[in-house]
């Protein structure tokens, strides 16, 4: 059934995560009347930890839900950097890098977004796009009811894939992309409790060759852990639980107290985080009437620390260039694209650099990260591996903080990261 009732310029966003998000948010702020499909029954809520930089401040801002982002970030303990015995070292915590992250739950950025979603957006949950067909004056999309399995085509005028690394939108319009595995998975959890053994407020960094996990202390809830290993067949860690290769990928040595009660919690969790890293590689994120944004189009990896603000931005940039050009998609998205390409391809190729520093591939990169990241605590050598990490850091923390979404006419500039 053909379904054309709508007026205006109307817009189908693929995917509730903070990308799809975002771009209804603007869409809807510059007149657009934007539908939300999301294939899970309901809201996800849960979600691993992120840190926002400069980039993502400035977006959420302009998205108007900046003010709802409490960091999180737990500055009254410390973070140690341990052995499986439990002895360790001070060492920096993730938000005492450079740039000055925020730390958060990836559900705190969703559920910001969604209370900033204006009431009138249709959102369709249990609901996918199964054919994108375009021409000269629109796209029809034929959209799978996925508890009925009842099917019904209409008719937008732009479609905007937000759904992910395995895009629906990305396989029905532009056919299988350029996947570049970087041979490493990781895993998350938000833990139920405590762990025992550290003060409240207390992180920690088990960081081996070839794996590590991180354990990320929250102000007002429980920590957080993430795990990250080296593989040499992805396919074959998909081949049993998530459990049994996380406890493969850090034996056979015995795990010490530490390490064993944080992998008891994930195997206790409900939907914990496994999967692979992996990069989506595109020569073009558009075409026709339908875009692509977010890991859908580029997937930067959690190592770049990025994934949330370039999708924030690229939302809202979007939306800029869109009311910009009325009546020329074709030259909106074109533009929006030549402004975004060197900030991602940036970004992804920075990832490549910075899962070095969360999982050391040799025992000169561990010896190295160590180092640097130890000696900051030191009160003798502190000033001088601050000032190492600060000047090799230099380009990476500009980038992390450039205001792609600024107003066109403006130039691109460090926004501000003040908490």
């Known amino acids: 059934m053909i379904n054309n009732t709508a007026n205006g310029r109307r817009a189908l966003v693929v995917g509730l995560g903070i990308s799809g998000l975002s771009a209804a948010i603007r869409l809807r702020g510059i007149g657009w009347e934007p539908v939300l499909a999301e294939r899970a029954p309901g809201r996800r809520t849960e979600g691993y930890f992120i840190g926002l930089f400069g980039a993502g401040t400035a977006a959420a801002a302009r998205l108007g839900f900046l003010g709802d982002l409490t960091d999180r970030a737990c500055h ?51 609901t996918e796009p199964v054919a994108i067909e375009q021409d000269a004056d629109g796209v029809a999309v034929t959209l799978r009811d996925t508890a009925t399995g009842r ?22 319009v532009f056919g299988p992309a350029r996947v570049r595995r970087l041979n490493y998975m990781v895993g998350a959890v938000k833990l139920a409790e405590p762990v025992p053994g550290l003060r409240p407020g207390d992180g920690a960094v088990l960081a081996e060759v070839g794996r590590s996990m991180w354990l990320f202390p929250f102000t007002g809830t429980t920590p957080a852990a993430l795990f990250s290993y080296r593989t040499t067949d992805v396919a074959a860690e998909f081949g049993a639980p998530p459990i049994d290769r996380l406890r493969a990928a850090f034996g056979p040595e015995p795990p010490g107290a530490l390490l064993e009660a944080v992998l008891t919690e994930f195997e206790r969790a409900e939907r914990p985080l496994f999967d692979s890293a992996e990069q989506i590689r595109l020569k073009s994120w ?39 050009h009325p009546g020329r998609l074709d030259l909106a998205l074109g533009e929006w694209e030549r402004r975004l390409r060197p900030f991602v391809t940036y970004h992804q190729r920075e990832a490549l650099r910075q899962r070095q520093f969360f999982t050391p591939a ?53 926004a501000l990261t003040a908490k």
């Open 362 to 414: 040799s025992r000169f990169q561990r010896a190295v990260r160590s180092t640097v990241l130890c000696g900051l605590k030191s009160p003798r050598a502190g000033g001088f591996h601050r000032w190492v990490l600060d000047t090799t850091a230099a380009k990476s923390q500009r980038m992390k903080s450039l205001d792609i979404s600024a107003p066109i006419g403006r130039e691109a500039e460090p």
């Open 151 to 172: 099917s019904r085509t209409e008719r937008f005028d732009l479609v905007v894939g937000a759904d992910g690394v395995r895009s629906a939108v990305r396989e029905l």
């Open 76 to 126: 009254t303990g410390s973070t140690h950097e341990v052995d499986r015995a439990g002895r360790g070292r001070r060492c920096v915590g993730f938000h005492e890098l450079p740039g000055t992250p925020r730390l958060l739950l990836r559900g705190d950025v969703e559920a910001a977004a969604f209370r900033a979603l204006p009431p009138e957006v249709e959102i369709r949950y249990a």
């Open 286 to 324: 558009h075409r026709g009437r339908v875009v692509l944004l977010g890991d859908s189009a580029w997937c930067m990896t959690l190592y770049s620390g990025m994934g949330a603000s370039a999708g924030m931005a690229g939302a809202h940039l979007l939306g800029t260039l869109l009311a910009a």
